[in-house]
């Protein structure tokens, strides 16, 4: 977008420092970014007409109208203070007082259904069931029982269809639609929009939201199409990130295709049996174990004739770091046939750190570690190709 259409920050208090980090987490309330506020509506600008309503339901401080584009402008927010501050700041936008996720109606926000709808926001994400500051995370708002959801992003996601909105423009975690779980629990939304386009940013560019390790937004538009999106769409889109790089989850094979990511049920613990830690994404290998030596609940029975593809997954994690980020959400990746032919130098890498798989595995004492992990290393410059982090 064009520079003279958007203020710069000028006022660096539109973060919304009058809250906790406690309340920020639960409310979703961290600044975003100019640089993404102006993509927003460089993408919906194609869209805007003279019946247009920019709808920004859950707005913050309302930095997402730091725009000087003209058109109506609404903006709403459960927290009454940001609320004064969006009037305040934006004393041309209608702001409202809600919460945006219960009895949802456009007459709620005073908006005419002869209205084009475009929304637009960071809403928040706070999935109730993540580990991530788990300890703090709460989930107190009533929310509309069609809408509910284990996260408060994707519940504002069915809001939007909800509100029968025609073009959306929002940034929201990229698992929302490459796993396929969270894209099932969308279902009223994606068989009644597309994404059309879009662009995938790091989450830790966001003050405060990714101390730790980042994960992949995306700032996505979507289009109400009577057809929807299926699962096998977003298999084949060609998601790009905002610093050139593009893939599609059909560019990679992926673990589960070879072992179980988690335990089964009614499998009973024997003498021999090895144990390996639950898997869900490459972001959550980085923060958990691999084999462990204590049953529980999240733990896998190792079946033996698969033990080559957990050792895969335990070197994996140690190569994470030439991974970027916006791979974090997808499940660990494999090239099955270039595997076989490194497998050697899988094995001898993983007898250091577990010393008792020596038992299971035949690896070659000839190799040194040193060698062993160089191998590692060409076969992820194969694996990753352009996306390999030096």
Not at 5 to 16: E, I, R
Not at 172 to 179: A, D, N, W
Not at 307 to 335: A, H, M, R, S, W
Request: one cysteine or more; hydrophobic letters at 35%; aromatic letters at 16%.
């Amino acid at each position: 977008m064009n520079s003279s259409l958007c203020f710069q920050n000028a006022d660096k208090s539109n973060n919304q420092e009058h809250l906790k980090f406690q309340d920020r987490i639960n409310l979703g309330a961290f600044y975003t970014p100019q640089e993404y506020i102006d993509i927003v509506w460089d993408k919906i600008a194609p869209f805007l007409t003279f019946r247009s309503v920019v709808l920004d339901s859950s707005c913050g401080y309302g930095n997402f109208f730091n725009c000087k584009i003209k058109c109506q402008k609404k903006a709403n927010d459960i927290d009454p203070i940001a609320v004064k501050k969006t009037k305040k700041n934006f004393p041309e936008v209608e702001v409202f007082n809600k919460n945006a996720l219960l009895n949802v109606s456009r007459k709620m926000f005073n908006i005419s259904y002869n209205d084009d709808l475009i929304i637009i926001g960071n809403p928040p994400y706070n999935d109730t069931t993540s580990m991530i500051r788990n300890n703090i995370k709460k989930n107190t708002i009533q929310v509309d029982f069609d809408i509910k959801t284990r996260d408060f992003g994707m519940s504002f996601l069915l809001s939007y269809a909800k509100l029968n909105a025609d073009i959306i423009c929002v940034l929201h975690p990229l698992s929302y639609l490459v796993k396929k779980t969270n894209f099932n629990l969308l279902k009223k939304f994606v068989n009644n929009y597309k994404l059309i386009d879009s662009v995938v940013i790091d989450s830790g560019t966001f003050k405060e939201t990714s101390k730790g390790i980042s994960f992949p937004i995306i700032i996505a538009l979507y289009k109400k199409d009577k057809l929807g999106m299926n699962y096998d769409y977003i298999q084949n889109y060609r998601f790009e990130t905002i610093d050139g790089h593009n893939f599609a989850l059909t560019d990679f094979d992926f673990i589960p295709n070879y072992i179980n990511k988690y335990p089964l049920k009614n499998k009973t613990l024997k003498e021999d049996d090895i144990l390996f830690w639950t898997m869900r994404d490459i972001n959550a290998l980085k923060r958990n174990r691999t084999f462990v030596h204590k049953f529980t609940p999240n733990t896998i029975i190792i079946d033996k004739s698969r033990l080559e593809y957990y050792v895969y997954v335990d070197v994996f994690k140690q190569f994470t770091c030439l991974l970027p980020y916006y791979f974090g959400n997808l499940d660990v990746f494999i090239n099955n046939s270039l595997f076989q032919k490194y497998k050697k130098y899988f094995f001898r890498e993983i007898i250091d750190r577990h010393p008792f798989l020596k038992k299971y595995i035949t690896y070659d004492e000839s190799i040194s570690i040193q060698e062993a992990k160089e191998n590692i290393m060409n076969y992820f410059k194969i694996l990753i190709g352009d996306h390999y982090v030096y």
